[in-house]
């Protein structure tokens, strides 16, 4: 079982619909949890943290964290075009002391 | 603030040849970072500094060397590149530890032939 789990996608929502993103984690001893947002090219952009269960809210962002059931989620409300990017779920677990990376998740946003 | 900074953006090296790719940043981190991407495997770590006088080795960490020049700087150097080293490679810097959000740098693209 990998350490960080995400579908490589690609994920295709219409405009203004809302996108889901989903990662799984292994480790129960996980502490922080990050969403990056990467365009083709370019580098990875922090886009939300969360550390405790529940939602946290930032604009159109969303991230949804449970830890019970090793699952946190992003959620992209009124998507736009200029989101489709690769998203990439990022966890540090206290058990292996280090950020593990997931392999992303590329969204298209189709006008 | 220009957050993290990397030279060079481009390189191609030919087998064998060696050369060091420079980071530095300007949001007075403790902690910074080296990941090399490739398709399919996703970031994996190279090196990390904790802090200024310290380093260590991530999960690919064999072919490369580190150096924490001081609190702003963290260079990479390829000894003698091999073909399995053509990646792209992004510097980041936290405020202290893996424990916190990391920033990333723009990024060096590698080729190795």
């Known amino acids: 079982q990998k350490e960080v789990e995400q579908n490589s996608g690609p994920l295709s929502v219409p405009e203004g619909a809302i996108a889901s993103l989903n990662c799984t984690y292994s480790?129960?001893?996980?502490?922080?949890f990050f969403w990056y947002r990467q365009y083709s090219g370019k580098s990875p952009e922090l886009i939300m943290s969360?550390?405790?269960?529940g939602d946290k809210e930032d604009g159109r962002f969303t991230a949804q964290l449970n830890k019970a059931s090793q699952y946190v989620s992003l959620l992209i409300r009124d998507s736009q075009p200029s989101d489709s990017a690769t998203y990439l779920c990022a966890v540090f677990s206290g058990g292996y002391q280090k950020v593990t990376f997931g392999i992303g998740t590329k969204l298209q946003v189709i006008p | 603030n220009a957050g993290v900074t990397q030279t060079p953006k481009f390189q191609v090296l030919k087998t064998g040849q060696s050369m060091t790719l420079q980071c530095a940043q300007d949001m007075n981190h403790n902690s910074m970072y080296w990941y090399r991407q490739d398709p399919g495997m996703g970031l994996r770590l190279i090196y990390y500094?904790?802090?200024?006088?310290?380093?260590d080795k991530g999960e690919v960490p064999n072919g490369y060397n580190v150096s924490r020049l001081n609190k702003r700087e963290f260079s990479l150097r390829l000894e003698s590149a091999a073909p399995s080293q053509t990646s792209v490679y992004f510097c980041?810097?936290?405020?202290?530890?893996?424990?916190?959000?990391?920033?990333f740098g723009p990024g060096t693209r590698l080729t190795v032939t």
């Open positions: 969360i550390y405790s269960n």
């Open positions: 500094s904790a802090s200024e006088g310290t380093t």
């Open positions: 980041a810097s936290s405020e202290a530890g893996p424990t916190y959000e990391q920033y």
């Open positions: 480790d129960r001893v996980s502490q922080s």
